[in-house]
């Protein structure tokens, strides 16, 4: 009896164990294309499209010149963890403003659409300033108490 249970809950950690792997495997790809398309001086945005519980979800990257023209992006999608990201040519050329808007991108499924729509509204409300924090921002010397007294 004592034996059934061992063999089962081992059958559950090798299969957890696997996912694990398999998950971790599927981020690394992804992000070493994210790496790719972000080229000199280029920013990259990355948005979800489809449901955030259960249901189809995918993630485009999207990476943008300093004059906010899309110049890569790339896409994963996929139900399984073997999924493999794939450049998505259809947004190379627009420029975020338009992403960000509600305008149709023709080549793009409403999915991609989505998550190309939130891409581009963090790379716009970002404005390619990256948080440094200290002195860069001139909050070396900020007395936290000074809050308080107001």
């Known amino acids: 009896m004592i034996g ?3 063999w089962f809950f081992l059958a559950i950690a090798v299969m ?18 994210v790496r790719s398309i972000r080229g000199k001086g280029r920013r990259v945005g990355i948005g979800m ?21 899309v110049v890569d992006a790339v896409v994963l ?9 794939k450049p998505l040519p259809a947004l190379v050329g627009h420029r975020l403003g338009m992403l960000a808007g509600p305008a149709d991108v023709p080549g793009c499924d409403a999915l991609e659409r989505a998550a190309a729509r939130q ?3 963090t790379l716009n409300t ?6 440094a924090g200290g002195g860069e921002d001139g909050k070396e010397g900020a007395d936290p108490r000074s809050l308080l007294r107001r």
């Open 77 to 85: 999608r996929g139900i399984t963890q073997f999924a493999r990201p």
């Open 119 to 121: 891409a581009a509204q």
């Open 49 to 69: 499209g489809g449901r955030k519980t259960f249901g189809r979800r995918l993630y485009v990257a999207v990476a943008a010149d300093s004059g906010g023209q």
């Open 4 to 6: 059934n249970y061992f």
């Open 16 to 33: 957890l164990s696997l996912q694990i792997f398999f998950s971790s495997r599927q981020a690394k790809a992804f992000m070493a294309a």
């Open 126 to 131: 970002s404005g390619g300033r990256r948080p």
